[in-house]
C-alpha cells in the first residue's frame, strides 16, 4: 500500500520536476533560457584519414544532442555550440602472443571547443581521446566502421557529460 502511495505522488511530482527545465531523465541539467545547439562540423587533421570519421563524428555528436534534449539544432548562432577537430587516428599493437601482436587499438583524439553563450564561464576546450581493441587475427578494413561508430559515441557521450550534465 505504502509503495502505490509513493509512486503516484512521484508520477503526481514528475511534471513539476521536468517543467522547471533542469532535471531530465538522461541527466542533462540545461538551463530554460537555453533553447539551442550548434554543432560544427569536426575536420579530420589525423596524420592518418578516414575519409568518414568527419561526418560520423559530427553527426553522433548532433543526434546525441537531437535525442536526449529539447535543444533545437541550428547551423549557427546556437546558444551551446561546439567546434573541433580530429587530431589523431592510429593503430597500435598492445598485447602480444609470443612474437606477433595478440590484440591492436584505434584510437581517435578529438579537440574539442564548448562555448555557452548564455553562462560563458562554463565553456571549455579539451581534448578527449578513446579506444576500442580488437583482436589482432583481424584486419583493420574489416572492423573499422563498427569501431569508429563506437568510439564517437564514446566521445560525444563525453563532450555531453561534461557540457550539459555537469559531470
Known amino acids: 500500500m505504502k509503495t502505490r502511495i509513493y509512486v503516484l505522488l512521484l508520477l503526481a511530482f ?10 531530465s531523465f538522461t541527466g542533462a541539467s540545461i ?56 587530431s589523431d587516428y592510429s593503430i597500435m599493437a598492445i598485447g602480444r602472443n609470443g612474437n ?4 591492436n587499438q584505434l584510437s581517435i583524439s578529438v579537440k574539442v571547443d564548448y562555448v555557452n553563450r548564455v553562462n560563458t564561464k562554463e565553456s571549455w576546450s579539451t581534448t578527449i581521446t578513446k579506444t576500442s581493441t580488437y583482436d589482432a587475427s583481424q584486419s583493420l578494413a574489416t572492423v573499422e566502421n563498427d569501431l569508429c561508430n563506437q568510439i564517437c559515441k564514446l566521445i560525444a557521450d563525453e563532450i555531453f557529460n561534461r557540457s550539459v550534465a555537469n559531470w
Not at 100 to 103: K, M
Open 31 to 86: 538551463a530554460p533560457n537555453i533553447r539551442s545547439v550548434t554543432v560544427k562540423y569536426f575536420p579530420n587533421t589525423a596524420m592518418k584519414v578516414n575519409p568518414a570519421l568527419s561526418q560520423l563524428m559530427t553527426e553522433t555528436l548532433k543526434d546525441k544532442f537531437n535525442r536526449e534534449t529539447r535543444l533545437q539544432i541550428v547551423d549557427k548562432g546556437g546558444d551551446l555550440e561546439f567546434s573541433g577537430t580530429i
Open 100 to 103: 606477433q601482436a595478440a590484440s
Open 14 to 23: 514528475m511534471p513539476l520536476m521536468m517543467a522547471c527545465g533542469f532535471y
